[in-house]
């Protein structure tokens, strides 16, 4: 098969970055790089759906692997993972044997190790330049789901109508397991015994930066790496869901310009000129209006460490960035590396990394951090709700009319073929019974 006609099989298959960020992957493919790199780092607190599908399926994904570096023409594959995962790294070691230029590569079980930016630098050294993207250093980075997603739409044609993902917190029995696309999380909850508190409330992703989550009738998307489950009164659920108004009028009374917040920024630490504290003094400096401009902002990833470890005065850096970071964006301003610039890591880097271990104690998640192993589930939902707008780019068009009949795996909405985006299939056979601009609505 010819280049163009896999790219166009991953993108028919809908694949797009399983890890949380969406980013269609045919676009990622249609390049040309020296290395590609399995992200598996996995570096949210809690989430087991990337230890599990590497330690399940190694023989796919770098078979997946394979795939990408033939499309792009790289000549290194690196398996980027944490020396935690003891079941995975000798089976992927021995696998990797068989492919030429393939390695695993351990990494350190630091946050946010999962960042591409972070992750290029660990790996490769190379600094990814601010504001641009690993493509500029020849690198393709994807998380490990993807390359097993990639592996199966091309040899055995199957789109992206499953989804692995961990369900723990506050449950009888923390899990990872496989379900249909589209499922409501209360259609999933059964499958880790039960919630255990009254006041449930859900974090789509993980703890650093997934959002909080109130209804459970939301639908699990090809994005979601789990759900952790939390009382409304958890301190993270207090914190994570203060108003903005609340968060700009702390900071701009309680920041004492430490400059932790930005000692610590991992961006800050590969070089990047981002300075959460002087966001934070322009906060202070600004009048009675909640609007903060601070170019220092522009190349925040919003990891969110700075609010959620490094601050000592539980103030929000990382969101103050965030609206910040917005603002310039609405009035065209963009970051622009100056002339002649140098870009460099910072001397202290090695050891002012954020151990995951003192991340849960310091998020008040200890009691929760227990394994949540795979368990294979037969589970076919009598409904589903596919999103229209699961990745980067434009939403999908639906392919289909209320009243269709449609079969699992069939295509039923996909982005025009100018834009960027992906197409999206049904995960049961069943009937369209609604279309909205959010959703396609579909029953057994
Ligand atoms: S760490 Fe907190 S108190 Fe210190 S400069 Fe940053 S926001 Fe201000
Ligand atoms: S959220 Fe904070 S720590 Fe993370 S990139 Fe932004 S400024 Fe840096």
Known sequence: ?????????????????????????????????????????????LLYKDKEVMRLYPEEMVSGLNIAMELTGAKTGIIALKAKNKEAIPKLQEISKKYKGIRVEIIPDVYPSGDEVVLVYE????IVPPAGIPLQVGCVVSNSETFINIHRAVKNNEAVIYKYLTITGEVKKPITIKVPVGVRIKDILSFAGGVTVSDPVFIDGGPMMGSVVFDENTPVSK???????LSKQHPLIIRKTLPQQSTQRIGKSACDQCSYCTEFCPRYLVGHDVRPHAVMRSLGLTGGQYTVNSKYSLLCVECKLCTLFSCPELLYPGETCGISKRELAKQGIRYKLPEGAELKAHPMREFRKVPTKRLIERLKLSDYDVSAHFEEIKFQPNEIFILLAQQIGAACQPLVKIGDA????????????????????????????NITDKFIHIKK
């Open 1 to 45: 098969m010819d280049k163009k006609k896999i790219i166009e099989i991953i993108r028919n298959a809908g694949i797009i970055g399983a890890g949380g960020a969406g980013f269609p992957t045919y676009m990622k493919l249609n390049a040309n790089v020296d290395t590609i790199i399995i992200n598996g780092a996995e570096c949210e607190p």
């Open 123 to 126: 790996v490769t050294k190379r």
């Open 223 to 229: 994005t979601s790496a789990g759900y952790i489950v």
């Open 406 to 433: 449609v079969k699992q795996g069939q295509m039923i909405g996909k982005t025009p073929d100018d834009k960027l985006g992906a197409a999206i299939h049904s995960s049961i056979n069943g009937k369209v019974v």
